[in-house]
C-alpha cells in the first residue's frame, strides 16, 4: 500500500463483499431444496464464510489500528463478536453434527447470530466507510482477489478433507448441510415449528378441509373423505428441515392436482389452522400431496396431523401441517414472504 492512503481499504472491502456473499447465499441455502443446487450454494457459501477467516489476520491488524483511536468502538465490537459466535457454530455444525442443547441447534445459533449482525455490520460500514478508487479494477487487485477465491477454497475443501479422513459426522450431511435423523421412523423425526406456532389440538369429528378451486367453489372434505379417496398415493420423500435435519418417509395422501384439477395459472395458497401460510406455482399442483398418513399410520398430532402438505424437494418450512384450506388464487406465487414470519 501507498504511504499516506488507507492501508487495509481493499481487505476491507474484500471483506464487505464477503459478508455480502454470506448472506445472500446463506438465505439461498434455506431456499433451495434440491441437489446440485443446493451443493453448489453450500459451497460458494461455506468458502465465502471461511475467506473471512483467511482475512482475519489482516483484519485484526486494521481492528488494533482502530481501537487506538479516541472515538467509539461498540457497533464495531459488537459486530466482530456476533460474526465469531456466528462463523464458530456454523463450523461446528458442519463439522461435529446437529449439536443440541435443548431445542437450541449449532445452526439455529449461526443464522442468529448472522441475522443478528446485520445492523451492526451495516453501522460499521456506514461510520467507517470506504471509498473503491480507479485503481481498485487493476490487474493486480483482479489477481489478488482470485488469489483470496482459491484459498478460501482450499480451506474448505480442507475442511471437507477432514471431516472424511477423520471420519467426523459432517462427512455424513447432505448437500443443503442437514443431517439424518429418524428415516423410516416418523416417531424418531423432530417435531419443529418455524417460529411461533404450536401444536394445535384438532377434533376429528370437526375437522374439515376447505378445498377452493379457480372458479372460485368451495369443497369441504372431511379427514374421512380425504382418507377414502380412490386416487390415494404412496410416496417416499425427504422432510429437510432449515434447522438442519432430514428425514426420509413414505407419506401417503393425495394429489393437489386430484383435489383441485391443474389449474391454468395463478397460485395455490396452502393455509394452517395456526394461521401459517404458504404459496405455491400452480403447476405444483401435480406433485405437492396432502397427505393424512406416514409411514403407514396416520399422521401424530405434531407432524401435523390429521393433513399436512407434503412438498417433494421444498425445504421444511414449504411442508404446511394442520392443513384446513387450499385455495387457486390469481396472484402470483411469489406474493409472499420468501420465509414465513410466523
Ligand atoms: C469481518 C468483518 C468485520 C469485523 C469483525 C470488523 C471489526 C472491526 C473492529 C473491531 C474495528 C476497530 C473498532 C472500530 O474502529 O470501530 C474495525 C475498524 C475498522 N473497520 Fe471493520 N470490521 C469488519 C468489516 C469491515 C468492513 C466490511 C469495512 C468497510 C468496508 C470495515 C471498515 C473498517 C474501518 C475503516 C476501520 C477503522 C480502521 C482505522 O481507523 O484505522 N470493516 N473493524
Ligand atoms: C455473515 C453471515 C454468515 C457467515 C460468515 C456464515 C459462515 C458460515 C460458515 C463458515 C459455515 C461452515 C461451512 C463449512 O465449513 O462447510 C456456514 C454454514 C452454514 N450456514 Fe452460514 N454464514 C452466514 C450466514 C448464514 C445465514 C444468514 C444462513 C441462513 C439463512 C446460513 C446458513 C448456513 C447453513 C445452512 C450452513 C450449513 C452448510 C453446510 O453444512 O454445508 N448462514 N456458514
Ligand atoms: N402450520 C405449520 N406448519 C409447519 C411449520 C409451522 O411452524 N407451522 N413448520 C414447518 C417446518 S420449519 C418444518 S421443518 C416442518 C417440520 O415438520 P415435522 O414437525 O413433522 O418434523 O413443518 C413445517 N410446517
Ligand atoms: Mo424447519
Known amino acids: 500500500m501507498v504511504a499516506g492512503r488507507r492501508p487495509g481499504r481493499r ?3 474484500a471483506l464487505l463483499v464477503l459478508l455480502v456473499g454470506c448472506f445472500v447465499s446463506g438465505c439461498a441455502a434455506f431456499g433451495v431444496g434440491r441437489a446440485p443446487e443446493s451443493r453448489l450454494v453450500t459451497i460458494a457459501h461455506g468458502a465465502a464464510g471461511l475467506g473471512i477467516l483467511v482475512l482475519a489476520p489482516w483484519k485484526t491488524v486494521i481492528a488494533r489500528r482502530g481501537l487506538r483511536r479516541p472515538r467509539g468502538h461498540t457497533v464495531g465490537i459488537v459486530f466482530a463478536v456476533a460474526l465469531a459466535v456466528s462463523l464458530l457454530a456454523g463450523l461446528a455444525h ?3 453434527g446437529r449439536l443440541e442443547v ?7 445459533v449461526h443464522v442468529a447470530a448472522a441475522v443478528a449482525a446485520v445492523p451492526f455490520a451495516v453501522s460499521h ?3 467507517r ?6 485503481g481498485d479494477v487493476s490487474r493486480r487487485v483482479v489477481l489478488r482477489a482470485a488469489g483470496l477465491g482459491a484459498v478460501a477454497a482450499l480451506a474448505y475443501a480442507a475442511q471437507d478433507a477432514i471431516t472424511l479422513v477423520a471420519d467426523l459426522p459432517g462427512a455424513r450431511r447432505r448437500e443443503t448441510g442437514s443431517y439424518q435423523v429418524g428415516s423410516g421412523r416418523p416417531a424418531g423425526m423432530p417435531v419443529t415449528q418455524w417460529f411461533t406456532n404450536r401444536v394445535p389440538r384438532i377434533d376429528l369429528a370437526t375437522y374439515r378441509l376447505e378445498v377452493s378451486g379457480s372458479d372460485g367453489r368451495a369443497l369441504h372434505l372431511t379427514h374421512g373423505d380425504l382418507v377414502a379417496m380412490d386416487s390415494v398415493v404412496d410416496e417416499s ?4 428441515c432449515t434447522g438442519g435435519w432430514w428425514a426420509e418417509q413414505v407419506w401417503r395422501g393425495v394429489r393437489l392436482a386430484t383435489l383441485l384439477g391443474m389449474p391454468q395459472q395463478g397460485s395455490i395458497t396452502v393455509h394452517s ?3 401459517y401460510t404458504r404459496r405455491f406455482p400452480a403447476e405444483e399442483a401435480a406433485v405437492l400431496l396432502l397427505a393424512t398418513h406416514v409411514g403407514g399410520a396416520p399422521l401424530s398430532p405434531g407432524h401435523g396431523g390429521p393433513v399436512r402438505l407434503v412438498a417433494p424437494g421444498r425445504r421444511g418450512f414449504w ?5 384446513d384450506q387450499v385455495s387457486v388464487e390469481p396472484s402470483p406465487s411469489w406474493v409472499q414472504p420468501p420465509f414465513p414470519l410466523q
Do not use: E, H, M, Y
Open 11 to 13: 481487505t476491507n472491502i
Open 94 to 96: 458442519s463439522t461435529f
Open 102 to 108: 435443548g431445542t437450541v441447534t449449532a445452526l439455529t
Open 125 to 127: 460500514v456506514a461510520r
Open 129 to 134: 466507510r470506504q471509498r473503491l478508487r480507479p
Open 237 to 240: 420423500a425427504v422432510l429437510d
Open 273 to 275: 389452522v395456526t394461521g
Open 319 to 323: 411442508w404446511v401441517k394442520w392443513v
